[in-house]
């Protein structure tokens, strides 16, 4: 196996579960966001990296230019990107949201007070 | 930030070439990097800057909510309008080729005007978003 | 860059949590232009390390959490959860094709249709802007209506007209009631 061979892979295996990891440890809602994020951005590593060829140059046309790495998943990594940020600003709305009827954007803070609505 | 003079000239100067170099990504996207996406998002940023420096209100008078809303609707308007009026002149939705006498130039025409509409949606939501979310604590 | 993705699951102190990832976006976008993928980079520097970061830290104003006062303590369970999830993707990995293999399939299929045929049929030399506008235009058609229908959401849900909550109000949910009857 010559030396890149899956290591790209692997590489994004970790970021995602780095970004798992996150999402699934942490209370804060603000920092579960930013797993989300690390967890997204793993993914364009990994279409990106699949649309690398050997040699090839950026997909702009030119005539001394031979091959092209693959445009295909830059395209959908580029509006990927820009949608990303905006459910971003969608999810931080409504983490501000929560922190205004609440007071907290901790999940257990949050969790401790429903209990004790329902309770009384 | 009123007393930061330094950084009122320096954004003053700034803001001009940071609105420049997100119209040359607009219209260069063709033949270089670039596009509506990352054009939108560079106008956008000069707004914002000027907006972090002057302050929220100041920039809202100069772009005021109205006007950020429409131009948001418009982008998408105007992308799904060029879709339609490929149906119009007998094409398929979003079929550029039959927007102009020749093929080829129909299709430049059809993604400059599309990547005009992406680049409105995008510069106009970013704008909304930061507005926003900066002047909450109102 | 992983250090940095392992940086941000660790600390606790959410502004710089924050920095951390504009420096994790601007790296990824190094990596993109390493990759040959100039317009993602564009867009990742542009989008991810600029308006990303910027509106984390608005939302951080907002709710002015430090993000710092809950006792660190260290879990197990995702621990184990996430590492066997790991050992089965990477697994998975072992049937891939190897990185910048031409013959892999993804750059097979309609690609070197694009690529050949792209400069006659549209004219525009960068092919990304091609099939991004043209191929592809319904795709973007439905991306640029996410984002449209993003700024509608945020807007519906912080725009004019919410009560917002204040330190002096009592924390909980019926804080909103109670400032009516008062």
């Known amino acids: 196996m010559a030396f890149p061979g899956l290591i790209n892979y692997w590489i994004v295996v970790i970021l995602m579960m780095t970004g798992f990891y996150i999402v699934i440890s942490q209370g804060n809602l603000i920092k579960k966001i930013v797993g989300l994020n690390v967890f997204q951005v793993s993914v364009f590593v990994f279409y990106i990296s699949m649309s690398k060829v050997f040699g090839g140059a950026a997909p702009i046309l030119d005539d001394s230019i031979e091959t092209y790495s693959n445009p295909l998943p830059h395209v959908l990594i580029l509006t990927a990107i820009v949608v990303g940020v905006a459910t971003t600003a969608l999810g931080m709305a409504l983490v501000v949201r929560i922190r205004d009827a609440y007071g907290t954007i901790e999940e257990d803070e949050i969790q401790r007070l429903e209990a004790e609505e329902s309770e009384p | 930030m009123n007393s930061h003079s330094i950084l009122r000239v320096v954004a003053k100067f700034m803001i001009p070439f940071i609105f420049l170099y997100a119209l040359y990504v607009q219209f260069h996207g063709d033949f270089g990097p670039g596009g509506g996406f990352q054009a939108g998002v560079i106008f956008a940023v000069g707004f914002i800057l000027y907006a972090l420096i002057y302050g929220i209100d100041e920039a809202r008078r100069v772009l005021p909510a109205g006007l950020t809303r429409t131009l948001l609707s418009l982008g998408v308007l105007l992308y799904a309008g060029v879709g339609g009026l490929g149906i119009y002149l007998g094409g398929n939705f979003l079929n550029y080729s039959v927007l102009s006498s020749h093929p080829v130039s129909g299709q430049h025409l059809g993604i400059f005007l599309i990547e005009f509409g992406v680049g409105t949606t995008v510069a106009a939501t970013m704008i909304t978003i930061f507005f926003i979310f900066a002047g909450q604590d109102r | ?182």
């Open chain 3, 1 to 182: 860059m992983v250090a940095v993705a392992f940086a941000i699951a660790r600390l606790r102190n959410l502004f710089t949590i924050v920095m951390l990832m504009g420096v994790f976006s601007l790296l990824s976008a190094v990596l993109y232009v390493l990759l040959s993928a100039v317009d993602v980079a564009f867009t990742e520097a542009a989008v991810g390390a600029g308006v990303s970061t910027l509106l984390v830290l608005g939302t951080i104003a907002l709710t002015s959490e430090r993000g710092d006062y809950t006792p660190e303590k260290f879990k197990v369970m995702p621990l184990l959860i996430v590492a066997a999830t790991g050992v089965v993707l990477i697994y998975g990995t072992l049937d891939m094709p190897l990185y910048g293999d031409p013959d892999a399939p993804a750059n097979k299929h309609v690609v070197p249709r694009y690529i050949e045929q792209s400069g006659a049929e549209i004219g525009v030399p960068n092919i990304v802007t091609s099939v991004l506008a043209s191929y592809r235009g319904f795709d973007t058609l439905g991306e640029v209506v996410v984002i449209f229908t993003a700024a509608i959401g945020v807007l519906v849900l912080l725009g004019r007209g919410h009560n917002r909550w204040r330190p002096g109000m009592r924390a909980g949910v019926g804080a909103k009631r109670e400032e009516e009857e008062v």
